[in-house]
T-cell receptor, first 113, second 111 residues
Framework: SQQGEEDPQALSIQEGENATMNCSYKTSINNLQWYRQNSGRGLVHLILIRSNEREKHSGRLRVTLDTSKKSSSLLITASRAADTASYFC?????????????FGTGTRLKVLA | DGGITQSPKYLFRKEGQNVTLSCEQNLNHDAMYWYRQDPGQGLRLIYYSQIVNDFQKGDIAEGYSVSREKKESFPLTVTSAQKNPTAFYLCAMYRSGYGYTFGSGTRLTVV
């Protein structure tokens, strides 16, 4: 089944550095979304990028989408300790005829103060 | 959590017991979802509903049941048929163009 796979599985950086995480998927999509999850909490929606968009910004977040490579990246600039969390991409499975999203296994980001 | 409430936060289940997790939303969304998350893993879809009195199985529906009698409520029952129910359960609603809004989750443990 279609699935987003995040890479790397875990990432540890110093405060102030940039963090980049990637998501690959298998089939055509209509949009791709990124979410953040703090430990023991629900997921929070960060950004949605449509298949006809190549780049999107939201504050310190920058998301790119390359539909030819079936991949997306999330860049967090000037990271802070509060950015420590797991980050997930989600892709829609519209081709299956149902309206549901598939989540990847996530990238665990740790920002060291 | 932005209009969606899950309860309880922690739940303990004895062997052979059915338990029901509550999910309520007040944003008048049609689409609601239940996901299961195991430690260090992504989310797996259990059930979803896009309209009152209708719901669809997700990828891991066995051992679970749901109902959608009211638009604002989508409870999940973990039945005794679910042999490995210990997990973090997340309810969400979805709005096109805006993505999911998740509840804060229920952590279920078998004792």
């Amino acid at each position: 089944s279609q699935q987003g796979e995040e890479d790397p599985q875990a990432l540890s950086i110093q405060e102030g550095e940039n963090a980049t995480m990637n998501c690959s998927y298998k089939t055509s999509i209509n949009n791709l979304q990124w979410y953040r999850q703090n430990s023991g909490r629900g997921l929070v929606h960060l950004i949605l990028i449509r298949s006809n968009e190549r780049e999107k910004h939201s504050g310190r977040l920058r998301v790119t989408l390359d539909t030819s490579k079936k991949s997306s990246s999330l860049l967090i600039t000037a990271s802070r300790a509060a950015d420590t969390a797991s980050y997930f991409c989600a892709t829609d499975a519209r081709a299956s005829g149902t309206y549901k999203y598939i989540f990847g296994t996530g990238t665990r980001l740790k920002v060291l103060a | 959590d932005g209009g969606i409430t899950q309860s309880p936060k922690y739940l303990f289940r004895k062997e052979g017991q059915n338990v029901t997790l509550s999910c309520e939303q007040n944003l008048n969304h049609d689409a609601m979802y239940w996901y299961r998350q195991d430690p260090g893993q992504g989310l797996r879809l259990i059930y979803y509903s896009q309209i009152v009195n209708d719901f669809q199985k997700g990828d891991i529906a066995e051992g679970y049941s749901v109902s959608r009698e009211k638009k604002e409520s989508f409870p999940l029952t973990v039945t005794s048929a679910q042999k490995n129910p210990t997990a973090f359960y997340l309810c969400a609603m979805y709005r096109s163009g805006y993505g999911y809004t998740f509840g804060s989750g229920t952590r279920l443990t078998v004792v």
